[in-house]
T-cell receptor, first 115, second 112 residues
C-alpha cells in the first residue's frame, strides 16, 4: 500500500478519442511523474510535475499533457488516441529532491485499451 | 540519453543468493542508480539506490562498479515473494529537470 491511487483502473477508448487519467499522490508529496508501460516492456517516463509546473519530459508528443493541482493530485491527458497508446499508465509521487534521497511511490496503474 | 541494459530473465532457487546485473555505460556523473521491482498487476516498488558507494538495506545490497558503468543488485536469500521483474533505473537532472530512464527489466523466477 503506497498511498497513491489511480483512476480508472481500466478503460476502453476508440482511436481518435481523448482520455483523462487521474492520480492522487501520497500525502505530503509535491512531485508526481507519469509513465507508460506497454505489455512486456519497462515503464517509459512521460513527464514530471513539481508544484504545478512540468519540470521534466520524456520522448512523448505534445498530445500527452498533464496537470498538477494545488492539492498535488494530477491528471494525464492524451488527445487523438492511437492504437499504440494502449498500455498501463502509472503515476508515482515523491518529494522534490528524491532523485537524491530515494523513493518513488507508484500507484497500481490505469490500463488503457484503444480500439 | 543514458540507458540501461539488463538480462531478460534469471532463475534462482529459494534461499540462495541472486545477483542481478545492469550495464549503464553512458551514465553521467550526476545520475543515481535506482532499482525497483514489479510484481504482477502491481506498480513498481522501490528496492534500493546509490551513487558511487555500495549500499545495503533490509531488502538488498547494491554493488556499484568503480567506473559506475555497471551495477549489481544482490538479494542475499531469495524467497518466492522475490519473484518479480527487476528494473535498473538511472535518475538524474538535466538542465534543472529530472529525467528517468528505465531498462527493460529482468524477470526473476525463484524455484522452491
Amino acid at each position: 500500500e503506497t498511498g497513491v491511487t489511480q483512476s480508472p483502473t481500466h478503460l476502453i477508448k476508440t482511436r481518435g478519442q481523448q482520455v483523462t487519467l487521474r492520480c492522487s499522490s501520497q500525502s505530503g508529496h509535491n512531485t508526481v511523474s507519469w509513465y507508460q508501460q506497454a505489455l512486456g516492456q519497462g515503464p517509459q517516463f512521460i513527464f514530471q510535475y513539481y508544484r504545478e509546473e512540468e519540470n521534466g519530459r520524456g520522448n512523448f508528443p505534445p498530445r500527452f499533457s498533464g496537470l498538477q493541482f494545488p492539492n498535488y493530485s494530477s491528471e494525464l491527458n492524451v488527445n487523438a488516441l492511437e492504437l499504440d497508446d494502449s498500455a498501463l499508465y502509472l503515476c508515482a509521487s515523491s518529494l522534490a529532491g528524491s532523485v537524491w534521497t530515494g523513493e518513488l511511490f507508484f500507484g497500481e496503474g490505469s490500463r488503457l485499451t484503444v480500439l | 540519453d543514458a540507458k540501461t541494459t539488463q538480462p531478460n530473465s534469471m532463475e534462482s532457487n529459494e534461499e540462495e543468493p541472486v545477483h542481478l546485473p545492469c550495464n549503464h555505460s553512458t551514465i553521467s556523473g550526476t545520475d543515481y542508480i535506482h532499482w525497483y521491482r514489479q510484481l504482477p498487476s502491481q506498480g513498481p516498488e522501490y528496492v534500493i539506490h546509490g551513487l558511487t558507494s555500495n549500499v545495503n538495506n533490509r531488502m538488498a545490497s547494491l554493488a556499484i562498479a568503480e567506473d559506475r558503468k555497471s551495477s549489481t543488485l544482490i538479494l542475499h536469500r531469495a524467497t518466492l515473494r522475490d519473484a518479480a521483474v527487476y528494473y535498473c533505473i538511472l535518475r538524474g537532472t538535466q538542465g534543472g529537470s529530472e529525467k528517468l530512464v528505465f531498462g527493460k527489466g529482468t524477470k526473476l523466477t525463484v524455484n522452491p
